[in-house]
């Protein structure tokens, strides 16, 4: 059977960090870059660069540093905007500037407050604009899915002339169904022959409101589109995204009903998830299909029964093959450090000595506190080692001792070490032990903070399993999020917030270099 190629647009970077919460820092950005680069994506949109000076450095970073994908920045379809994504662009071996403009009848009348031919007008002289910074540019018309079918055409093909490669026709609100958007797309192909006349790409852009992004943007395929935009994890506004994994996934594990196939390395997909959940800090839920927790477990006598007679009766798909181990490793104190690098590359990280020295030293302090040390456990030590390369440790837990209880003043003392090997202690009481030791470390650091949110999870399985925790801080107008993973939930608490305190001064000391930068 002969395959068309479909091109995978991901928008993490963008609409996916566009999830309340989820905000990610430069270096954050540039980690899943490359990541999804690895991956296999065909087109990264890195950003929106006029939104700010972090991120237009973001998006020009990541032009100048990949080579594969295209990198893509997005812009409204006003002059300001276009010369912003065009500069941050321009470094890039494959560069494309996005534009769109609204067009349904609600945004024109409720939201720009302009006419039909202006909508037209200024459309067409922002792709033009586009174009004398890149040779591909893509043009959307927001809330694409809710525009009059005629008007639609109309833009199209306007946009065309003026130069526009790519046409997005987006679900913006996730209102559409697979039969409608389908449609959309049948139209606009049949009213068009200069689309197929010359190679222009359509692509789908779906939201998740009513749970069908997934579900259209197939739909959108199975009628002509020939790229998807998606996220990792299915992030975004408000319900978020269609999911980059389960579309990637429906389409090959589908192959006998679908003629269609992406440049995707599902091996990587696990990894690349559990990234993005790491550092945008947002879960991925249990029952999540391809990634979840859940996605490759069986509970049922049933299931089991039959799992065990053959895989395929409960499984449609091997969860090897997208980079979830069939079964859970357990290593002990005694396996050495090639044991745990052949299991890191299965589960899909590639490492250097020096960050395999540091999960290692950890695996063995973690084998000396519980019997099993599980994927989960494993997969925690390398994120903590992966944020250890992104924010400067300037303060370390050396010591934690507090007393909490019925009738007692919740009491802790703290000892930190700096970059220089100095220690210094501090004693605090609060509402909590917790709360003591939050204390206790802003009187060492000298960094005050407000706690914003405070959550925990199990990393893995039993009793003795590791506790993660999430903090997320307020400094000076700016939310930070910290994390930590031990045995000891205190511990773990304790991590959290020093992680936090942390990443804060390291992101004042670039502003403060960069201060100094500006001196004359």
Known sequence: MNRTPIRI???TLRDGEQSPGATLNFNEKLEIARQL?????????????ITSKGDFEAVSAIAKELTGPIVCGLARAVPKDVERAGEAVKHAKHGRIHVFCATSKIHLEKKLRKGWDEVIKISVEQVKHARQYVDDVEF?????????????????????????TTINIPDTVGYTTPAEYGNIFRYVRKKLPIIDENNIYLSSHCHDDLGLAVANSIAAVENGARQIECTVNGIGERAGNASLEEIVMALRTRSDFYAYETGID???I????????????LYVQRNKAIVGENAFAHESGIHQDGVIKHRETYEIMNPQEVGIPSNKLVLGKHSGRAALRDRLTELGYTVDDNTLNTVYESFKQLADKKKNVYDEDIEAMIETALETGIEADLWQLKQLQFTAGTNAIPTASVTLTDTTGTE?????????????????IQTITGVPAKLLSYSIRAVSEGRDAQGEVQVE?????RRVRGRGVSTDIIESSAKAYLSAINRIRTLDRREEVLVDQKQP
């Open 266 to 268: 599902p091996s990587k």
């Open 424 to 440: 210094r202690t501090e004693a605090a009481t609060g509402d909590g032990p917790v709360d003591a030791i939050y204390t206790a």
């Open 37 to 49: 680069e690895t991956l296999g994506v065909d087109v990264i949109e890195a950003g929106f660069p």
């Open 140 to 164: 959307s018309p927001e809330d694409g899915s809710r525009t009059e079918l005629d008007l639609l055409v109309e833009i199209t093909q306007a946009v065309i002339e003026a130069g526009a």
């Open 270 to 281: 696990y990894s690349t998830s559990r990234m993005v959940s790491q550092l945008t800090g």
């Open 9 to 11: 647009f991901d928008t």
């Open 473 to 477: 801080v307020l400094h000076r107008d």
